[in-house]
């Protein structure tokens, strides 16, 4: 399957928003790294950056969904689960050298009270995460669903941006280790006798 120029400056808008933010990358940078006239942005994104800002996005949100139900379907427990989708997320960060973070978070820490099309976009593409995991943890009677997907949410954030900042992945290493374990004691203990 052929990508659209549509596709192919969004997935340039993700590659920049993961290594330099909304802010960090200029147009012209933007544009040579898609490989497409400055006509073609403005043909598919008539509010320019912005609006391609925000379709990105959308659009990680999406890929997380999609990702989370092909992981969960090929494992039993959601736990080994997102161990395994944060050591892929550990290891692309590894990578490249600590540079390319989480493209929700980057756009998030830049982003103002003015800019309410780009937090809403992120607050959809937050809420989307989160319910995918909650959904996940439900259906596997994991005890607090929605608390639980959302503290691994703020805390892979939280961890990924002290990974990146350290050039080390250790502190998103051992605070998510940690809380898999509280997860799995806690469920143990509340599983009835």
Not at 116 to 121: D, E, S
Request: with cysteine; hydrophobic share 45%; charged share 20%.
């Amino acid at each position: 399957m052929t990508k659209t120029t549509r596709d192919t400056l969004i997935d340039a808008m993700i590659d920049a928003l993961q290594r330099k933010g909304l802010h960090g990358v200029g147009l012209s940078e933007l544009l040579t790294s898609a490989g497409v006239p400055k006509g073609s942005l403005y043909h598919h994104f008539p509010g320019g950056k912005n609006e391609l800002a925000i379709a990105a996005i959308e659009r990680v949100g999406q890929r997380a969904e999609q990702a989370f139900a092909a992981l969960f379907e090929r494992q039993a427990d959601p736990l080994d689960a997102l161990t395994t989708w944060l050591q892929q997320a550990l290891g692309q960060l590894q990578a490249s050298a600590f540079e390319r973070g989480c493209p929700l978070a980057t756009v998030a820490l830049e982003s103002g009270p003015d800019d309410h099309a780009i937090r809403a976009a992120l607050a959809n593409a937050f809420i989307a995460i989160r319910q995918a995991l909650q959904q996940q943890l439900q259906r596997h009677g994991y005890p607090q669903p929605q608390g639980l997907a959302a503290l691994f949410v703020a805390l892979y954030e939280g961890g990924l941006l002290q990974a990146r900042v350290a050039g080390s992945s250790e502190p998103l290493k051992e605070a998510v280790t940690t809380l898999l374990h509280l997860i799995r004691q806690h469920r143990t203990e509340s599983m009835p006798a």
